[in-house]
C-alpha cells in the first residue's frame, strides 16, 4: 500500500503532466509576410507546406496567418517563377510575425552578383580600417548598405568604424599638433582640415584650423614678428598629395562663397606648386569674385 504522503505526491506529480498538457495545447497565433527578395514587393499566391502536418494551403494576399502550437516548424514555400523556399520557424510568442524572402529565378544571377560585391565591399571595410583610411572605410560601409548587408553586420561594422575613427582622430590631432608647434604650418592646417572633413564639430581641429589659416594669410601676406607675432620659418613644403587635397578645399570654399577662406588657400596651393593651372585659373576667378563684393 501506498504511504498518504506518497499519494500526495503521485497526486501532483499527475496535475502537473496535465497542466503541461493544457500548456502545450493552446496554440498561438502567428503570421507571415512573402515578400521578392530583390524588389521586396509583396508576393500572393504562395503555396504553404508545414512539412510536421504534411498539410498544405495557397495564400491570397502577401502573407498568412496560422495557429499553432509552440514548437518548431519546417515551412516550405513554392510559387510560380520563384525558387522553393524551405525555412524552420520557432513558434514561442503570441502575434509573432515572420518575414519570408523568396528568389524569382530570373533574379539569382543578380543575387549572386550582389552577394560577391557584399563580400568584396566588406573585405574593403576591413582593409581600409586596418590601413587606417577611414573616408574608404566609410564609402566602403554606405556600398554595403546598398547591396543588402544585413542590420546585425552594419551594427557591428559602425561599431567598428567609430571606434577606428575616434583612435584616427585622436593620432592626425596629436601629429598636427606636433607639426604645429615645429611651425610646420601648412602641413598642421592640411591635417587640422582632414580631421574636419571626417569631423566637422571636433573642436581641437576647428579651433587650431582657424589659427593656422591665419597664420598662412600672415606669412602670405609678408607680416613681420614684430608686428604678428609669427615666426618667420618657412612652413614645409607640402607634398603632391597635400597640395591637391588643399586645392580641392579651395575649390568647395569657392562654391560655398567663402571667397576670402578660398584665397588663402589658393596662394598657399600656388606657393608650394606655382605652375597649378587649377590653383591660377580660381584665384583670378575668386580675386574676381572679390573685386565685385
Known amino acids: 500500500m501506498f504511504s498518504r504522503d506518497s499519494s500526495s505526491l503521485t ?7 496535465l497542466w503541461m498538457l493544457v500548456l502545450h495545447a493552446v496554440p498561438l497565433n502567428i503570421s507571415g509576410v512573402i515578400r521578392d527578395s530583390l524588389s521586396h514587393d509583396s508576393l500572393p499566391f504562395v503555396k504553404i507546406t508545414i512539412l510536421e502536418f504534411g498539410k498544405s494551403f495557397t495564400t491570397t494576399r502577401s502573407g498568412f496567418f496560422v495557429a499553432l502550437e509552440p514548437s518548431t516548424y519546417t515551412f516550405l514555400l513554392e510559387a510560380d517563377a520563384y525558387e522553393s523556399l524551405k525555412k524552420k520557424l520557432s513558434v514561442t510568442t503570441e502575434g509573432e510575425t515572420f ?12 543575387l549572386d552578383k550582389r552577394s560577391d560585391s557584399l563580400f568584396l565591399f566588406q573585405e574593403g571595410f576591413y582593409d581600409a580600417i586596418a590601413c587606417q583610411r577611414i573616408n574608404d572605410a566609410y564609402a566602403y560601409m554606405v ?12 551594427d557591428s561594422m559602425m561599431a567598428v568604424y567609430n571606434a577606428a575613427k575616434g583612435a584616427w ?5 596629436a601629429y598636427a599638433l606636433a607639426l604645429e608647434d615645429s611651425h610646420k604650418v601648412s602641413d598642421a592646417y592640411y591635417y587640422y582640415k582632414n580631421i574636419l572633413s571626417i569631423d566637422s ?4 581641429a576647428r579651433e587650431h584650423c582657424a589659427k593656422t589659416e591665419g597664420t598662412l594669410t600672415a606669412i602670405l601676406e609678408g607680416k613681420t614678428p614684430g608686428t604678428s607675432g609669427i615666426d618667420n620659418e618657412t612652413p614645409a613644403r607640402m607634398t603632391p598629395e597635400q597640395i591637391q587635397a588643399m586645392f580641392n578645399q579651395a575649390v568647395d570654399k569657392f562654391l560655398e562663397e567663402d571667397y576670402e577662406g578660398a584665397l588663402v588657400l589658393l596662394k598657399t596651393v600656388l606657393k608650394n606648386d606655382p605652375q597649378h593651372e587649377g590653383a591660377k585659373n580660381y584665384l583670378s576667378r575668386t580675386q574676381a569674385r572679390l573685386q565685385v563684393k
Do not use: N
Not at 100 to 108: A, E, W
Not at 169 to 173: E, G, L, N, P
Not at 201 to 204: A, F, N, S, T
Open 11 to 17: 497526486v501532483c506529480i499527475v496535475c502537473m503532466a
Open 99 to 110: 518575414t519570408l524572402d523568396m528568389v524569382k529565378s530570373s533574379d539569382r544571377a543578380e
Open 143 to 154: 556600398a554595403c548598405k546598398r547591396f543588402g548587408a544585413a542590420g546585425m553586420q552594419l
Open 169 to 173: 582622430i585622436d593620432s592626425v590631432f
Open 201 to 204: 564639430l571636433h573642436e581641437g
